[in-house]
């Protein structure tokens, strides 16, 4: 065992064995650097990533390598998931001087952290134009040993380029009109209308692009912004993407038409999506949408539910095949055999036709990823319902995908805002206590008595790294619809804590924000990053968790907040709309006002439940009754019952409508 043995980071346990003497990331590993005079390798990858554990298992495995690589250097490995401000500032330096980036990544620094050669994945025999591993590290021990001068030079040309790379984008004004009607053309231009979704291959779940397309359509009647979104949750449902018997969804596709996926499954897309599916239900009625919302809820809860109530970070892409060696998909494809094999001629023949499963195959080696084909006419929904349930069985015999156990605060909070609103729009109050369990494990875990949010656990055990922004947004965001949900004044509170800290220590001048904390580890450059990548950037999820706090309290101070950092979606909307898609979400909210809506009456009751499936961007709910309920949420005091009955208020931009005790009533108020 090396000293990766004991951290809370099942991928840096994966590679504890390693005959590689890895070290965490650690102020001791440079010192060692330092002390020895070689260069670092640092090594960034994540527990399911796939190409990270053929390098593993072909180099960091080799006894060879090994030794070369304790001799030569100070191997330091990075999980990205646990340090994404690591990840994030070398990342920056590889795509700047390679053009691409990806992971495994792999980057050589000095002894002051500073980085002079990368790449990412390297093979253990030279091919297709790439050195082999060992060929580059020979080489760089080779600069490092005969060319110092030449090492150094690069070094700090690369950070003073990263360091010049400043952001002007917060405090320039709020997006208007203007620029989300130019983000939606941009968003046009780049639909697929054959397919659904945006761009060529490959092809992910554009999930925030969706919530700003539904949101638009709330607030202004496009109709071609709705078919967007639609066209394109239908178009990944009923392909490879989604899991056809299990449910939820893995991380992106490798082809145009959503056929053949690369198979990890990540909780913050099955999060994302549950969420976006709920609300395309809430926009629709889609039958389609209610069912894929709920089954990716009861994915993540069946599947990636922790021992303490909060949710692991992803299942491995691969498993072993029936020859028992490790294969991205085995467990998820199927050969015409294997259908005849569980359900014998004539259902195989049936299920063959239903699913895409073809003589030739749509995967490898005559395997099929199962898909919705769309060719054979009506069906019987029960002789469906039947053979899904026998394949589901029959595949749940094979071995498992691994598990990365790992709780990400921020992914955690996208599950719990999908789950409760899941739960409460589809009267399944299992759903919102799952939800409830998992930001009990937050408050209990994460933030325990430091009173800052730590960034991951394991097994009940907080990690040793801190929050980033994503996690202090996200986990507001999954506090404010638990607030919303349950009428629990209590996660408000707990919102509000995190967004001061935001406010405190992420945020810059002009309204720009950090992705770390002004007292966080000072790395060669610090991270910040206004995009959305597969996640909300942490810069847009804290500005539509301001947004939202400040609607529900009154608070100038983060609704300033939320406005200033919005100065960043004016600039980048209209240029690169789909990533950006949070953001613009954010700003259909500030846009609509956002409404606030104060229900007196019962949490549950029919007002509140039409509060919740109103569709006005980002409109907040408070629900209670009795003399108690103004101590839980701002927006209910003075808000009595009318004539005894429950009662709505609806307000924005500082003006009520008249309040009413009839549901329809409100529901056209909220856009229904």
């Known amino acids: 065992m090396n000293r990766l043995a004991g951290v809370t980071s099942p991928y840096l346990l994966q590679h504890a064995d390693n005959p590689v003497d890895w070290w965490p990331w650690s102020p001791e590993a440079f010192e060692e650097a330092r002390k020895r005079d070689v260069p670092v390798l640092l090594s960034v990858g994540y527990a399911s990533c796939h190409w990270c554990h053929v390098m593993a298992h072909e180099s960091f495995e080799d006894e060879t390598v090994a030794a070369y690589l304790n001799a ?66 020979e080489g760089v021990v080779a600069a490092w040993t005969d060319r110092r001068d030449e090492v150094a030079e690069v070094a700090g040309r690369i950070v003073a380029d990263l360091a010049g790379r400043s952001l002007a984008h917060g405090g320039d004004g709020v997006p208007g009109e203007s620029e989300v009607a130019q983000a939606l053309l941009g968003l046009t231009r780049e639909y697929d209308e054959q397919r659904g979704g945006f761009g060529g291959a490959p092809k992910f779940p554009p999930s925030m692009a969706v919530e700003f397309l539904l949101r638009h359509h709330a607030r202004t009647g496009s109709e071609g912004a709705l078919q967007m979104a639609a066209d394109t949750c239908s178009a990944m449902a009923r392909g490879g993407i989604y899991d056809q018997l299990g449910g939820g969804f893995a991380r992106y596709s490798v082809d145009r038409e959503w056929v053949v996926p690369h198979f990890e499954k990540m909780l913050y897309d099955n999060a994302l999506l549950c969420r976006v599916y709920a609300h395309l239900w809430r926009t629709t009625g889609s039958d389609e949408a209610r069912r894929i ?18 949710f692991a970070s992803a299942l491995d892409a691969d498993s072993e095949d029936a020859d028992g060696k490790h294969v991205e998909g085995a467990y998820y494809v199927w050969t015409p055999a294997q259908l005849r094999e569980v359900l014998g001629e004539d259902d195989a023949a049936f299920a063959a036709a239903y699913f895409g499963v073809t003589e030739d195959g749509t995967f490898e080696e005559g395997a099929s990823v199962l898909r919705l ?7 019987d929904a029960a002789r469906v319902a039947d053979v899904r349930a026998r394949l589901l069985a029959a595949r749940d015999e094979r071995p498992h995908p691994g598990r990365d156990d790992k709780v990400v605060a921020a992914w955690n909070g996208l599950a719990i805002a999908a789950l409760a609103e899941a739960g409460a729009y589809f009267d399944r109050p299992d759903l919102v206590e799952r939800a409830t369990e998992a930001a009990d494990l937050l408050v209990r875990v994460h933030l325990g ?61 002009g309204g720009q924000l950090y992705d770390t904390a002004h007292d966080a580890e000072q790395l060669i450059r610090r991270p910040q990053d206004p ?6 950037s942490g810069w847009t999820a804290a500005a539509g968790a301001l947004l939202s706090y400040a609607a529900y309290t009154g608070s ?17 909307g209209p240029r690169v709309p789909r990533f950006v898609g949070w953001g613009l979400a954010v700003a259909e909210a500030l846009l609509d006002g956002p409404r606030e809506v104060a229900v007196a009456g019962p949490v549950g009751g029919e007002l509140h439940r039409t ?17 108690g309920a103004g101590a839980e949420f ?22 009520c409508d008249a309040p009413t005790t009839d549901a329809a009533e409100l529901a056209v108020k909220l856009g229904g």
């Open 72 to 137: 030569h250097f100070v191997p330091v490995k990075v999980d990205r998931e646990e340090r994404p401000d690591v990840d994030a500032v070398y990342m920056e330096a590889v795509q700047a001087a390679t053009g691409h980036g990806g992971w495994p990544m792999t980057v050589f620094l000095t002894a002051d952290a500073e980085p002079f050669y990368f790449g990412t994945y390297f093979p253990p025999e030279a091919r297709h134009g790439s050195p082999s591993f060992q060929q580059v590290l």
């Open 293 to 310: 919302a709920l089954e990716t809820a009861d994915f993540m809860v069946r599947e990636l539910r922790t021992a303490e109530g909060g």
């Open 373 to 379: 084909s769309g060719d054979v006419g009506p069906v």
């Open 449 to 509: 008595e430091v009173a800052r949010l730590t960034r991951t656990s394991k097994d009940g055990r907080a990690g040793d790294n801190a929050g980033v922004l994503e996690d202090y947004g996200d986990v507001a965001e999954g506090f404010l619809a638990l607030a919303a949900v349950t009428g629990e004044g209590a996660w408000l509170e707990f919102a509000g804590f995190l967004l001061d800290i935001v406010l405190e220590q992420f945020t810059g001048e």
């Open 531 to 536: 995009t959305d990548s597969a996640t909300p």
């Open 556 to 572: 100038e101070a983060h609704r300033t907040a939320a406005e200033g950092a919005l100065g960043v979606v004016k600039a980048l």
């Open 611 to 627: 509060a919740l499936l109103g569709r006005a961007p980002g409109a907040v709910v408070a629900a209670g009754e009795g003399p």
């Open 634 to 655: 701002a927006l209910l005091v003075d808000r009595p019952q009318v004539g005894g009955e429950p009662t709505a208020y609806v307000c924005r931009h500082f003006v």
